[in-house]
């Protein structure tokens, strides 16, 4: 079974600029979740999905950060304009629904904002 | 608001020796509890979980128990390896009506030497 996957790997970037990234959850898994994780730090919840709705985003910087899963399955994460401290490792995660237990999670992208 | 603590790292240990790693939690009402591992270049990956009070999770020769009392779950193993070297979070699931958050440690990096 294929695991969640995420592009790009990494990406660095000047204060400012835009930058999106991409999710693909395991097959099936009505549950997405994105979360931001700064060096030192556990990983933080941004917005989870269930199917295309979203169901907790109150952790998200809605000024400037923007996601969204059309068709319940693929997910996009943006930020525009990018701060320095948005600086960070973004991971995905899915699971098959939302009490489950167990969530999977990508390898992350990690985001350098210079 | 609900939270997780953990010991801070680096725990550094020669191979075979014994390992606990300290974490305690602030939940309202009966969270589960998780440890998840990250290994250098690799995503999260769920390494045991309790769902409930007095419950033991277990894998890969770690073990931690759910306890209530003292609001602790404690990771431990008889006798580490230097391919356990890695980063270890604790996380607690806190549930509401359709969300089931994660919320994280800090992390404790672990450094086994042969």
């Known amino acids: 079974e294929a695991g969640v996957a995420q592009s790009p790997r990494y990406k660095i970037i000047e204060k400012r600029q835009s930058v999106a990234f991409w999710c693909n959850p395991i097959?099936?898994?009505?549950?997405l979740y994105w979360y931001q994780q700064i060096l030192g730090q556990g990983p933080k919840l941004l917005i989870q999905f269930q199917n295309n709705g979203v169901v907790d985003d109150s952790q998200l910087p809605k000024d400037r950060f923007s996601a969204e899963r059309l068709k319940g399955v693929d997910s996009t994460l943006k930020i525009q304009p990018a701060k320095l401290e948005d600086s960070a490792v973004y991971l995905c995660?899915?699971?098959?629904?939302?009490?489950?237990?167990?969530?999977?999670f990508g390898p992350g992208t990690r985001l350098t904002v210079l | 608001g609900d939270s997780v603590t953990q010991m801070e790292g680096p725990v550094t240990l020669s191979e075979e020796a014994f390992l606990t790693i300290n974490c305690t939690y602030t939940a309202t009402g009966y969270p589960s509890l998780f440890w998840y591992v990250q290994y250098p270049g690799e995503g999260l990956q769920l390494l045991l979980k309790?769902?409930?009070?007095?419950d033991k999770g277990s894998n890969k020769g770690f073990e931690a128990t759910y306890r209530k009392e003292t609001t602790s779950f404690h990771l431990e193993k008889g006798s580490v390896q230097v391919s356990d070297s890695a980063v270890y979070f604790c996380a607690l699931r806190s549930g509401g009506r359709n969300t089931d958050k994660l919320i994280f440690g800090t992390g404790t990096r672990l450094q086994v030497f042969p």
């Open positions: 097959s099936g898994h009505a549950t």
């Open positions: 309790a769902t409930k009070a007095d």
């Open positions: 995660a899915s699971s098959t629904r939302w009490d489950t237990d167990t969530q999977y």
